[in-house]
């Protein structure tokens, strides 16, 4: 599903097709429309056809029943939705004060920041879990008593895994750096938080009063990528050994043919569902001003 | 509200090579609007920022009513800021941008409300409160941040080109909202402009900035009439350049004997700096001079005569006297006799500069 969310993203906002456009270009547009329409819909059609055609029975929703009472179910869903507000919140507390600062008083600063961020994108998730694994195995006896060693176990509760969280605010840099980018690019930031300054307002007002008002939308889609992110990451939670939506999912497909395919077509609906909230959330507010 | 007085000491601020303040001295006398004339790119819009806060100094300090300012944070600062840009926020209405500040200082609604109509009344925009800024025009937007940067009450006015972005006949009524508002509440403004009529017309004092550096301050007339140096009498109006030659205390030019003013070069050969209107030019089919070009400017026209020796020459003269010199006509030119100021000869331009004007 992380494979289908960057089709999803550019629809969102996109202004009202003008009327009165030429034949030609409203023709192909109808064309493209209708060849993205047939390759996404009619594999998802299809499993659908498979979930619910009962060979016995005919018609039966029975394997999507068997989602809801399947062993773990409630606990991965929780979990995910956990790691993914807490990722969200992570990678936002951490990028938007440092892009603001490198915006204001370090503009040379920025291809560096640019970099950084970027960096994840290059680095294969699965080179990226084998390093945080060796170093959360890595753990001499003489700490075994340190603040150190307690922390290395603290963010491997299984309930809540912190390291998870860490992990994912990595892979999620890049994404977030460029919605926030796009957000930031839009207003006249300087301008803004100088005007702000000049009423006396401290930083934390011009944050919660200026920048984040006027940054919805960028923060709306930066959450968004983040949170769709969070809920496909498969590798790094699989090998560390955690149990979220996406590892729950490839467990409890093995045994089941309808129940997997099922199960895959309700975390697409689910993940559809949460950007579309996110999205009008996001947008509400402009439209209202 | 009373206005404070406002000393810029040794300022400088350097941009890696690029030196945007060179050691700025300028006091601002509490309740007077100066306006800060310049080049693009001499410094003005930094000397503001150093006042409101925005950048801070290498060196030199920024003093208000005598306390130095220079490392208090823009937030604690006495001064409100219009900007060369759009600057409202626009998730606000314009009646919670002018409040802005109030609900920094945690006013209750109701005063902020009353306050809030009562500064929208003085700029202008009663009914306008509800509007957001996308909904108003730029020169209403810019009344609305006036406004907003009034609301504070602050000691001190600073307007950053507020009225560049407008169209002519917008920015001249605004300016004169500004200059009406500003006496009436005895601010002290200081008013960064590269439009020298702007600067002339609403300014008490005007201070003309070169390369980081003040060049010259004085009252309007004083800039115009007796500029100190030939950059300022070049930047603020129309200036002739005629070849002249220094004897003692005198030059000679286009036949005449006039007193020499300010500083004269070693060269005895020089430029002599001439306004178009104290250019004196009577029809006459006898004389020597020939109009080349006429152009009409409404209250007055300005004409272009080639000299005898073949320099040309800016005159401006009312319009009903210029009837009878339309181009080819032969007149005689004299030039006021008052003391004038000399340049360096510039090798190529023997001509008049056509600036703006
Ligand atoms: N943040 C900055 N970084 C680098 N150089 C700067 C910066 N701000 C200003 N400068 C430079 O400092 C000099 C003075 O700039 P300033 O903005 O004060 O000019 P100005 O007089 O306001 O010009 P204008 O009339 O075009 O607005 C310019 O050469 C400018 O390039
Ligand atoms: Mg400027």
Known sequence: MAALTPTVLPDVGAPAAPTGRPRRVRVWRGIVLVVAAVYFLVPLLASFVFTVNDPVQGFSLDAYGEIFSAEGFGQSLLLSLGLAAATIVTVLVLTLPAMLAVRLSAPRLRPVMEILCTLPLVVPPITFVAGISTVLRWGPDYLSTTPLYQTFIAVQNPAFPVVLVIAD????????YRALDAGLGAMDVRTLVEAARNCGASWPHVMFRVVIP??????????????ALVLGEYTVARLLGFQPFSVWIVTISGANAALSVAVSIFSLLLTWLLLLVLSTAGTRQRSGS | MN????????????????????????????GELIALLGPSGCGKTTALRCVAGFESPDAGAVLVDGKDITRVPANRRDAGMVFQSYSLFPNLNARDNVTFGLRVRKVPTAKRHARAAELLELVGLPSQGERYPHQLSGGQQQRVALARALALEPQVLLLDEPLSALDAKVRVTLREEIRRLQLSLGITTIFVTHDQEEA?????????????????SGPPAEIYDRPATPFVAEFVGTMNHLPGRVTGDEVEVAGQRLPVHGQRPDSPDVDVLVRPETVLVTPDPEGEAVVVTSSFRGASVRLRLRLAGGTEILADLPGHDAARLAPGEHARVRLVERPVLVAPRTAAVADAVPAAG
């Open chain 2, 3 to 30: 206005g404070a007085r406002v000393e810029f000491r040794g300022l400088r601020r350097t941009f890696g090579t690029t030196v945007a303040l060179d050691g700025l001295d300028l006091t601002v006398e509490p």
């Open chain 2, 200 to 216: 002339l017309s609403i300014a008490d004092h005007v201070a003309v900035l070169k390369d980081g550096r003040l060049e010259q």
């Open chain 1, 214 to 227: 006027n940054l919805k939308s960028g923060l709306a889609s930066a959450s968004f990528l983040t949170l």
């Open chain 1, 169 to 176: 605010v990595v892979l999620a840099l890049p994404f977030v």
